[in-house]
């Protein structure tokens, strides 16, 4: 008995120094907000972990804006601060993060995380504290399902609809030419799926018969048996929900088994510079959809794909464009109404972006009462070894070649 | 429902993937049999060769296969030191419990240090003839993935060698048959379980390249084999290499050919519940292999 | 020192302890504060149910963690699907997880050691899958956003009243272990631990007793792991059918002593402020995982008994005087000593 209590004593005393620990940790912003402080803005990204290779896009996407902004000579008047925290790619995490980056570190404003998965739970965080919250990843259509009025995502269009112009286009094909059997993959991810299934509902209305539709978790690394039902299937087109590596995957397991498709469209891998030499340049006639070029005509879009090739020595991509976007939202409200901090300010910052076209790099953006972006993507195809925009017409650098040459 | 052509093409595919599980799954069974060891760090170590072999392609511009001859060296000391320096140094009344954690713990700081070193980014071996393949009656079969099974075959032939034809296999099976006797007749079952162990990594180091020709791999991968390896010891008995061999095989063609009525998810769900089900009806395991009744 | 005045002094930590844990809210500067508290607590809470199996038996599981996303899912699944209130939902998906756990430790505990672990690696990876392909039910990898339970409390408040309720369960879950380890069972408990064969020639039903403190385990865990639910209020397969946040709770347990009622709360603070310093250290390196793995590692290596024995150990040194009253030394022990002795050799 007489160790045991000698254990209690150890535990209270580290229990109370924890405590006292863990308070001391926490800094108290003051509140008082002078015209010299800068406007920090907290986000919380996978640095590490699952997530963390595309969450490096949004990261450079927002470290763009800052640096961008900050050189026109900030916003109102106040350079902007970023304030990034790692969420391990993992949901405990991101909640953690925000709730940190809200209550402790007492920031001004907070934008959205990377990766559909995370940006429900964190999103409750910041409608739980009236905070508004753009974000540029979280395009699957249960994110606008939860209810969050502080919500708004940067994009042109939700998972569901980055296929609709190809859609329109292959049901308006004579029945005689157009696929009659299409085979569908996708990665068991609400964003990636949700861009194959938007296209497979709209297909499915209209005729065209669905031969396969698998889905795959996100660790899948052998794609040979998927492959083997594709190719059993003989479909005409094909449908790949893919993020990057998985498509590559795919499409080398396809080759494997010399299975050669009339139409083939994959959501988030051609779209990548090591596209091409991942699939052994056989790349001709291969589709994606895309919410942004780094060519397309918007004023600000100029601005910054220039200051961005300075700033990292590349060209940006859709990820970066929409970390981009997210801030250019947030600037035109915070600009609009005059002020960015925590309290009332938020309000008025959500009521804005709710009553308001914004100007963005992937084009003047609206949103519905949910925060859904009123627009469509664009649909690219390689083509003699490059890729471009062939749908919808008005934009088009090219004719859609059909069908695709043997890969 | 499906095509005669698509259950032939997945045999193909499921007897591919086995042979690479059951080389895998010798490497345990090893581990196992020598000192009743459950190394959670195989896959771990296993993603560390592939990242090797991806490593040296890129660097070097040399064939995966190459990096073998630096890595099944490399890992064969590994294994000799993991044994010797840590898990003989851990209380023997509660070693299978904390070497579980010892090994756990090692397989985080590997993965730890692929992400430090490589980061979290999906890699995978681009090969001139990594979409090439060959036809079988209808079938196509991958030039990748044949070499992968044909490393496969090689290393467990080997390993079949080793163990029936020369001493050190001979003491080595005396070591896991027996331990006090081997010792009794004057065995170094300590130095014996070192090589022994050096040995399973090895076989990592094998299975980890051929895993990298045809497979994209990144750090965190390795929790996504630990599930079905461990499944195949246990079916195959838990210490007998043959029974792991052939519990492989099977599993991995049974995988392959679920897949065509239920999808990949719900295919790998066959693993758990074979391993399920062997303890529930047969704990000893379905291929031989007597030591599994009492752990 | 005469039994009275022990107990007033084990009285008074314990309200030390107490009111350090329950005056915690008020002391927290702000919400953030008060939300790693609950994860701190709520790992406590799980790391201390972990030990009715751990601690007792000496089975080590590494899939707690998939109890407790059982009871969290349970939980969701019951106010969403069913329709009950949420804390009806939480008691329900409790008793439906013990009863869950009747099949599962019948197929665990049956072999030992080795095949142990294995089914509860296995339990983590095969619920991962059901759970993210039966989408229809659970929402797979789109998530399934729970209820709350209180709706109209702002987000500090509702922190502050979950950190209540983690408390709660916190002295419930120490309750229970604490008046186990004083029972007959609880004596047969350890007897399995020190030597099963033994055990079970002396007459201790093993299987029954193993059976019936995986299933209490069982039940805190997926207690916990709803109330968590509740609390957090979203859930993905992925991170909840996790073999690190098992791994995590073996830790905590192992580092604060397995034997002792307060070893897993000594061991949950301990790795929770860890974990927080790791990430704030390391950043944006995914180092803070070799830092865990060394951090287990240790523990194995050289505090295989926890922390809480071995200060225990430091400050029986300090004061000489009552070296007499050296912790007896078990049997078991003692073989193991020559053992590891002749191991040496």
Known sequence: MRSSLRRTRWATALAATTVLALGACSDDGDGAESTDD?????????????????????????????????????????????????????????????????????????????????????????????????????????????GFKNLFYAAPAVANDHYNHLAEYLIAMPADQRPKTVAYAAMDDPFAQGTAYGLKAKLEAAGFKTVVDEVYPPNTTDFGSIAAKIAASKADMLVGGSQYQDGVNLIVALQQLSYQPKLAAFSGAPTNPEFAKAIGDKTEGVLSPTGYTPGAPYESNKEFVEK???????????????????????????????????????????????????????????????????????????????????LPAPVKEADLLYPKPAW | MPSAGLVFQS??????????????????????????????????????????????????????????????????????????????????????????????????????????????????????????????FGARIAVVKLIAFGLAVVALGGLYLLMKKTTFGWALRATIQHGDAARLVGIDTGKVAGYGFGLGLATAAVGGTALSLDTTIYPSLHWHWIGPLMA?????????????????????????????????????????????????FRPQGFFGGRLAQRF | MPSASRRVLTGLGLAALAAAVLSFPSLAPNPYI???????????????????????????????????????????????????????????????????????????????????????????????????????????????????????????????????????????????????????????????????????????????????????????????????????????????????????????????????????FTGALIVGVALEYFKGRFGNTPLHLVWTGVLLGVVVMFMPDGILPALGGLWRRLRRAEQSSIREVTAAELREEREREEARQ
């Open chain 1, 38 to 146: 800068p406007i920090v803005v907290g986000i919380s990204l996978p640095l590490t972990g699952d997530f963390s290779e595309p969450g490096k896009g949004v990261q450079e996407g927002y470290e763009a804006w800052a640096k961008i902004t900050n050189d026109k000579g900030g916003l109102l008047g106040r350079q902007i601060e970023l304030k990034i925290l790692d969420d391990q790619s993992n949901a405990d995490r991101v909640v953690a993060d925000y709730e940190q980056l809200i209550g402790s570190d007492k920031v001004d404003l907070v934008v959205g995380p990377f990766s559909t998965r995370l940006v429900v739970p964190s999103a409750r965080v910041a409608e739980e504290y009236g905070m508004l919250f753009v974000e540029p990843a979280g395009a699957a259509k249960e994110v606008f399902e939860q």
């Open chain 1, 308 to 390: 961005f090739k300075a700033q990292f020595g590349k060209e940006p991509e859709e990820d970066q464009a929409n970390a981009y976007t997210t801030g250019q939202v947030v600037a035109a409200a915070v600009t609009a109404a005059g002020c960015a901090e925590q309290g009332d300010c938020q309000k008025k910052l959500v009521d804005w972006v709710h009553a308001n076209k914004v100007e963005t790099v992937v084009g003047p953006l609206t949103w519905d009462a949910a925060g859904k972006p009123q627009g469509a993507h664009m649909i690219q195809q390689w083509l003699g070894g490059s890729i471009k925009i062939v």
């Open chain 2, 11 to 136: 045999v193909i595919l499921g007897l591919l993937l086995g042979g690479l599980y059951a080389l895998l799954a010798a490497g345990l069974t090893l581990y196992f049999g020598i000192m009743r060891v459950v190394m959670i760090a195989h896959s771990a170590f296993l993603i560390l060769a592939a990242y090797l072999a991806w490593w040296s392609h890129e660097r070097l511009g040399t064939d995966p296969l190459l990096s073998m001859i630096v890595t099944v060296p490399l890992f064969f000391g590994a294994g000799v030191l993991l044994q010797r320096l840590l898990l003989s140094r851990l209380r023997p009344i509660t070693l299978t419990m904390m070497s579980v954690l010892l090994t756990f713990a090692v397989a985080l700081i590997i993965e730890g240090l692929l992400g430090y070193a490589f980061t979290g980014t999906q890699r995978r071996i681009q090969l001139s003839y990594g979409s090439a393949s060959i036809g079988l």
């Open chain 2, 232 to 280: 195949i010891i246990v079916v195959g008995g838990l210490g007998s290499v043959p029974g792991a061999a052939a519990a492989a095989v099977l599993l991995g063609l049974m995988q392959s050919l679920l897949q065509i009525p239920m999808g990949t998810t719900w295919a790998q769900t066959i693993f758990y519940l074979a391993l399920f089900a062997t303890l529930a």
């Open chain 3, 34 to 264: 008060l939300s790693a508290g609950i994860v701190v607590l709520n790992f406590a809470v799980l790391s201390t149910s972990w030990n009715f199996v751990g601690g007792f038996t000496g089975y080590i599981s590494l899939g707690h963690g998939a109890l407790a996303g059982l009871g969290g899912y349970g939980t969701a699944l019951l106010i969403t699907r069913a329709g009950l209130p949420s804390f009806v939902a939480l008691a329900v998906a409790t008793l439906l997880v013990a009863a869950l756990a009747v099949p599962i430790g019948l197929a665990a505990l049956r072999v030992r050691g080795a095949s142990f672990v294995i089914v509860s690696i296995a339990l983590v990876l095969i619920l991962l899958l059901v759970f993210q392909s039966w989408a229809a039910v659970t929402g797979g990898s789109r998530g399934l956003v729970v209820p709350r339970p209180f709706p109209g409390l702002l987000r500090p408040e509702h922190h502050r009243v979950f950190y209540y309720l983690f408390a709660a369960l916190l002295a419930l879950a120490l309750l229970a272990w604490w008046l186990i380890d004083r029972s007959r069972f609880g004596l047969g408990l350890k007897a399995i631990r020190e030597d099963e064969d033994k055990a079970e020639a002396i007459g201790t039903p093993t299987l029954a007793y193993k059976l019936i403190v995986f299933v209490v385990s069982a039940g805190f865990t997926a207690l916990a792991g709803g109330l968590y639910a509740l609390w957090f209020g979203d859930l993905d397969p992925v991170f909840q059918f996790s073999i690190l946040t098992g791994s995590y709770l073996v830790l905590m347990a192992l580092l604060g002593g397995v034997r002792n009622l307060f070893g897993p």
